[in-house]
């Protein structure tokens, strides 16, 4: 009955420790009077795709949101920045627990593994997107996730576009 009621959780648990994008925010700011954005100037970066791939995707997300871009008269600045680094394999340890019969019996067991790890190296991209208020510069939101990769191409891409939107499913922040 135990193991059941533990089988019933696992997928709660599971999805309850999935990474959530972080967010910190102005809690005296109205968000409501926003409407017209801005997306800043991408700075030089080592990766001209990526940042390329980012901005358009903020731009796509906030237009989908109903915010209008405008090259002047913004109620907001939008600027972003990024950072790849390698990510370290998982060693494949593992502990499985087990319980059985066997004829009039019962037992425990206890058991462990230690994989090697293979396979190419993958990468770890972080995105930050700040919202500034035009007027005065002034940071009004902050938020930021990130994902792996191990090769560019379209899967990245994919990849950028999901964390971005998921990044700005945050904003405007709700009371």
């Known amino acids: 009955m135990k193991f059941r009621t533990l089988l019933l959780l696992l997928p709660l648990l599971l999805t309850a420790c999935a990474q959530q994008p972080k967010q910190d925010y102005d809690p005296g700011y109205s968000f409501a009077k926003l409407q017209k954005f801005t997306p800043l100037p991408i700075s030089s970066s080592d990766d001209p795709l990526s940042a390329e791939r980012i901005n358009q995707a903020i731009i796509d997300t906030l237009k989908s949101k109903q915010f209008i871009e405008v090259k002047e008269s913004a109620d907001f600045k939008v600027s972003f920045a990024f950072r790849t680094t390698d990510k370290p394999k998982d060693s494949g340890l593992s502990i499985g627990l087990g319980s059985g019969t066997w004829g009039s019996g019962g037992g425990i067991g206890v058991g462990t593994s230690v994989g090697v790890p293979l396979g190419a190296d993958a990468k770890l991209q ?44 945050q904003f405007p922040p709700q009371p």
């Open 126 to 169: 972080t995105i930050q997107i700040d919202i500034i208020e035009a007027s005065s510069n002034r940071l009004i939101w902050r938020g930021s996730d990130q994902f792996s990769f191990s090769d560019g191409g379209e899967g990245k891409a994919q990849a950028t576009r999901e964390t971005v939107m998921r990044i700005l499913s």
